[in-house]
């Protein structure tokens, strides 16, 4: 048997995550150079650490839309679309069986995205639409996680169009940010980890899960991410154009 150096409190989680087999070679036997193992653990902080970061990386876009009280500069269509690609990568995934770790920034990430939408309805005059489109939104979310309802084939069908749908939620945005040559109320720190973010999901997505679906997705995702990014710096410094949805602002009759 071999003996764990390691305190009990701090191994459990590790092997939790891990598994026990590389709990055994990287952390008791110290053999950290073993190469399935290595890439094995480092694909599964990273994922966890994606998740982590999927719980506040839109939080400063809505505390920014809630101090400004404005939504200049961001796209509706881009949020709308990538709430219902948020909903189907988290029933895919999950009715794949795939490892939490692997997806679950898309949970908090969909709920982030969902608060957004609604304010900017709601900072735009359009409210009563954001209550009827959540329960819309609760309806396609129960359809999607029940294999009654939706079966396999046409979740995996589902799936395949949010690859287009993701690239698709993102060129809104761009076009935005190209039309006004400003950034706007976009957050940096949001379109900064997002790009980050599915830079890291990609290893993640190679290491632990066997889906081109999935992996076509992640690429696809990072190429538009990191566009959005390149805008923002490119964009750093530009002057702020007028502000027309400004909550206090005339409203049109």
Known sequence: MTDHWLPEI????????IGEECTVTLVDQLNILEPNCLSHALSKGLGLGIVLGGCVVKLP???KILKSKSVAGISLSSYVLEVIANVITMAYNFRKGY????????LFIGAQNY???LLILLLTGRASLGMAAGALLVVFTYALFSDVLV????????????????????IPQIYTIHKNKHTGQLSAFAVF???FGTAARLF???VQVDDSLVLIGVVLATIANGVLAAQMLYYWNAPAPKDKYRLDSKKKE
């Open 10 to 17: 701090l191994r459990s989680p590790l092997a939790a995550l």
């Open 61 to 63: 876009q809505l505390f």
């Open 115 to 117: 608060i957004i939408t």
């Open 151 to 170: 079966n396999s084939a046409l979740l995996s069908a589902l799936y395949g169009l949010t690859i287009p749908l993701v690239v698709s939620s993102r």
């Open 204 to 206: 993640t997505t190679l």
């Open 193 to 195: 980890n997002y790009f």
């Open 99 to 106: 490892d939490f770790t692997t997806y679950g920034e898309a």
